[in-house]
Every structure is written in structure tokens, then in C-alpha cells.
């Protein structure tokens, strides 16, 4: 089953745009992701004009799996990634522990499923998934904490290591190691979620990647490869030495042209800003720097750069000289990451949630400067699973599906109206109307009497329709009493299906449901996920 996203609360209009009405949105992307007729055109152009070393780029990729053995997909698919006539499907993501939220795997299943179908659909080309270990990313916050579903059938938030000061600055995340609080993290989910037939064995796989002393981006990359090898992922690290020494004329040409880009950049995003919304603040120059354990975005100042919330300068000269002898020491910001990816990779398609397709808005104008052909941003597959458990209650009181994307308490008043003849809230609204109409009257005659009396009847009247209101929210308490097993199992279906007023994609992580099905659980997913609806769906298991 599936749901438009329009019906679903919290999407921008620039997403529904892009998906329903893209002509409302075309002057700010190069390509329209329904328009197949322009496909072969834009595969063309990817081609032509990325100039990567191919052969080069593969051996890059393939030192990055040592020692690690990989699948026959996976291996064929980096062998076809030589040829000029085989174009990348990528998606990315910052590296959360456990993987993060549910919308990682779907993005990345996306990219495997539109690889696939591409391939048999276009005879002059292939195509091949590519993930983008967004290890530069340094919100180390943002990636610390999983959400799971706990004993108690409550969304309970799990978190690995403390949480850093806004203002102190330690690195790029793909840098950090973990440390024994890891240990910790493992125990207190233990500690709060079912034991099954399969918790020993996956928590013996996950904590094997997740250990004490190994590098967080290590771990993260172990996690995507036991799930997604087989089906051919190609995982790419971008903060590799060598593939950053690839990026350097884009370093180059940011630091030199800045501010041809920033204002293009600044205008595009005012055009967005008066109709929907800039996902991204611009800045200046779209570059970090790494030095003394932290990654220090540069700005221009006069003549000169220098690193915020630090005190250091460079001339122009300076920081060109070290892009060339220490490109690893560079990273893009939002705004630069996808002109990045895409000089390095043949990127024909860009799998992209709601976020990315929003920035893309703003991006876009970049790959006129660098000379690189835009990808095809593709909106990622979205689902929400359902438990047969959560659906016998969906089906008990006759809801539907995007009933559960409802305030809880809306859903519950809803639920306890249909049970009843008539509800309380017409009960008290009808009764509220009868007394005014009476104290109209009263008033009325009371000013034959006395104008002073009649007047003193508006604080009565108060008085009375606050007393009518407290009888009210007895009434309610006492129908929640009386129904009280009907509204335990409607937290469960919200806190299950729209956790903390959010799509379960965006909230819950796999370990959940890997929890309690087994390794079987990607598996079906994988089979069960749509990539050509561009709707919500629901995924029975």
C-alpha cells in the first residue's frame, strides 16, 4: 500500500513540488526525474565529460576493500566501472552508529534497485551502486544515537559516547575511534529491548564491527558490507588520500572563483527563499581545512584566509601550495560535497531524501562552473514497516493507513468516537450551546430588573462554561479509563509507526527489526521496496 507524501504532515512544498508538479521547480534543477526521454542525452553528457582515470579510480576503490573479500557482484560491477559506458547510481550518508536511521538501507537499496533496472533497460550502458561514506562530516551529535522500540513499547533513545560542546570542534567523524563506552551503549540496549532466538547472534556480528578501538567510519563501512555486498554495493571512502589528491582542481577553482560561485549561490538561494526555503546557509568559501584535531571552514578576509574559531591565516598562495601537497587535509562543505562526488565519480543518478533534493535546489548552478554534468536527483524509496501484531490493530478499529500519521491524541479521540453512539465532545458541545441560548434569555429579562444584575451575569456565565469544561475533561479521563487497553494498543501503533510525530524511516533503526525477524529481515525489504512510485509505502512483515 502506499500513501502520498502531501498526506503526510512535515513535508516541504519543494518536495511535494519536485515529485507532483515539477514544473513549479524546473528552474532550479537541469533534469526532470520522470523525463525519461532525456535520459540517454544526460548519460551522454556524464560520460563525455567526466574525465576521471578510470582504471585508477577502480584501484583506488579496490585498495579501500583490502583485505576484505569481496562478492562476485560486487567485484563485477568494479570491473565495470573501467568502462566509459558504465555510469554510477550513488547515495550517501553520514556514518550514524548502527547505520542510523531506517532511510539509510532504503536509500541504499534504492541505488541497488535503479542500478538493476537501468542496466536492463538501456543496452549501450550499465550501471552500478555506489555509496558515499560521508566521513568528512564532523556533527558528531547528529550520528552518536540510534531509537528503538523498548520493552515497554516506547521509542527509547540509545546513545554511544557524550555529547560534544558546540563550540569545541574534534574533526571529521571518519577520524574518530571508538572507545569502551561502545561497551556500555551495547549493554544498556540489551538492557531494554526483547531477547529473541536471534539477539545473541546479531549482537556477536554487529559488536564485532562495533568495538573498542576501531575507527567509527571502519565500523560503519563493515555494518553496510555484511548487508549489502552481495547485491554488488560498491562502498567508496572519499577521505582516501589518493582520491582527495583527485579532487584538487576542485579545491583549486572553489578557493580561486569563490566569489563568482557565492554569488550565484546567495541569488539562486533568494529564489528559493521568496517561494519555498534554502535548505543551506551560504557561505563564502565551501571549503574545511583539517588541522590540530579539528576541520575549520575558511573565510576571506581582505586580502588573506583564515579559519573560523581559529586563529590562523593563509594567503591565496599558501592554502593552493597545501591543496597540492596535502589535499587530505581538505574537505567540501554541503554545498561543494555533490560537485565532489561528482568530478571523481560518472555520476548519472543521485539518490536523494527530502533534505538532499532541497539543497540540490541550490547546488545545482555549481556544475556550470566546474564543467560537470548534473546527475538525475532521484527521490530515495520511503516505507514504514508494519508488524502483523500492529496491523491486526489498524484492522480492529478499521483505520487507515494514514490514520496512524495522526497526532495520537487525535487518533485516540477518533477511535473512542467510533465506539460510541455519540461522543462526548457533541455531548458537552450541545450542552455548552443550550446554556448560552438560557443565559441570553436570563440576561435579557434580568435587565428589566436591574442593568447592574444583568450586566454581573457575563462573570456567571464564565464561571459556568468553566465549570463545563473541567466536567469535560472528567468525562474524558473516565471513557480513557473505560477504554484503557483500546488506548495502550494505539501508542503502540504510533510509537511503532509515526514515532515521536515522524515517519519510523526517519526514527527507528534496523536493529529493532533485526531483533526479532533475523537476518531475513533485509532480505525482504530489499524485494518489498518500490523505486518507482515516488509515494510512501507500507511494508507488511
Wanted: aromatic letters at 14%.
Amino acid at each position: 500500500m502506499f500513501v502520498n507524501f502531501s498526506d503526510i504532515p512535515g513535508h516541504q512544498n519543494l518536495f511535494l513540488d519536485y515529485l507532483y508538479e515539477f514544473e513549479n521547480v524546473s528552474k532550479f534543477y537541469k533534469n526532470n526525474f520522470r523525463n525519461k526521454d532525456e535520459f540517454l542525452n544526460i548519460f551522454r553528457s556524464v560520460s563525455e565529460l567526466n574525465k576521471t582515470d578510470r582504471v585508477n579510480l577502480v584501484e583506488i576503490i579496490q585498495k579501500q576493500y583490502d583485505p576484505a573479500q569481496i562478492s562476485e557482484k560486487t567485484t563485477s560491477n568494479l570491473e565495470l566501472l573501467k568502462s566509459k559506458k558504465t555510469l554510477a547510481v550513488v547515495t550517501g550518508q553520514q556514518l550514524g552508529v548502527l547505520g542510523g536511521p531506517l532511510y539509510t538501507f532504503y536509500k541504499i537499496i534504492s541505488a541497488i534497485k535503479l542500478s538493476t533496472f537501468l542496466s536492463e533497460r538501456y543496452d549501450d550502458y550499465k550501471f552500478v551502486p555506489v555509496f558515499w561514506l560521508e566521513g568528512d562530516d564532523h556533527d558528531f551529535n547528529e550520528i552518536r544515537s540510534v531509537d528503538l522500540i523498548n520493552n515497554e513499547n516506547v521509542t527509547q533513545k540509545f546513545s554511544y559516547g557524550e555529547e560534544i560542546p558546540e563550540d569545541e570542534d574534534h574533526g571529521s567523524v571518519g577520524f574518530l575511534d571508538l572507545n569502551e563506552s561502545i561497551e556500555t551503549f551495547f549493554a544498556e540496549i540489551k538492557n531494554n529491548i526483547r531477547n529473541t532466538e536471534f539477539t545473541d547472534s546479531l549482537f556477536e556480528k554487529i559488536q564485532s564491527f562495533y568495538s573498542n578501538g576501531k575507527p567509527l567510519k571502519q565500523a560503519f563501512r563493515e555494518l553496510i558490507f555484511w548487508l549489502f555486498d552481495k547485491y554488488g554495493l560498491i562502498i567508496f571512502d572519499p577521505q582516501d588520500k589518493e582520491i582527495k589528491s583527485l579532487m584538487k582542481p576542485v579545491f583549486k577553482k572553489e578557493l580561486t572563483d569563490f566569489r563568482k560561485h557565492t554569488e550565484k549561490l546567495v541569488r539562486v538561494s533568494a529564489e528559493l527563499d521568496d517561494k519555498y526555503h534554502a535548505q543551506v546557509k551560504v557561505r563564502p568559501v565551501n571549503i574545511f581545512y583539517n588541522t590540530d584535531g579539528g576541520r575549520f571552514l575558511i573565510d576571506p578576509v581582505d586580502e588573506e584566509f583564515r579559519l573560523r574559531k581559529k586563529r590562523k591565516k593563509f594567503s591565496y598562495d599558501e592554502l593552493i601550495n597545501l591543496i597540492e601537497t596535502e589535499p587530505e587535509n581538505f574537505s567540501a562543505n554541503v554545498l561543494l560535497r555533490p560537485i565532489c562526488q561528482d568530478y571523481v565519480l560518472p555520476t548519472a543518478f543521485y539518490i536523494g531524501g527530502p533534505s538532499e533534493i532541497a539543497y540540490f535546489a541550490q547546488v545545482i548552478p555549481l556544475y556550470d562552473f566546474f564543467d560537470i554534468a548534473a546527475p538525475v536527483i532521484y527521490p530515495r524509496s520511503s516505507a514504514t514497516i508494519v508488524e502483523k501484531n500492529i496491523q491486526s490493530v489498524i484492522d480492529k478499529y478499521d483505520l487507515q493507513m494514514e490514520h496512524v500519521f495522526w497526532d495520537p491524541e487525535t487518533l485516540k479521540e477518533k477511535i473512542l468516537s467510533s465506539m460510541s453512539q455519540i461522543t462526548i465532545s457533541d455531548i458537552f458541545a450541545e450542552a455548552n450551546d443550550k446554556v448560552d441560548v438560557a443565559l441570553d434569555q436570563l440576561k435579557e429579562k434580568l435587565f428589566e430588573f436591574d442593568k447592574t444584575i444583568s450586566d454581573a451575569s457575563t462573570k456567571y456565565r464564565q464561571k459556568i462554561f468553566n465549570y463545563l469544561d473541567e466536567l469535560k475533561g472528567k468525562a474524558l479521563d473516565a471513557q480513557k479509563r473505560k477504554h484503557e487497553t483500546t488506548l495502550r494498543q494505539i501508542d503502540k501503533v504510533s510509537s511503532a509507526l509515526f514515532p515521536n510525530g515522524t515517519l519510523q524511516e526517519r526514527e527507528l533503526n534496523f536493529l529493532y527489526f533485526s531483533n526479532k525477524y533475523g537476518d531475513e529481515l533485509i532480505g525482504k525489504i530489499f524485494e518489498e521496496l518500490a523505486i518507482n512510485k515516488y509515494e510512501h509505502q507500507f511494508i507488511k512483515i
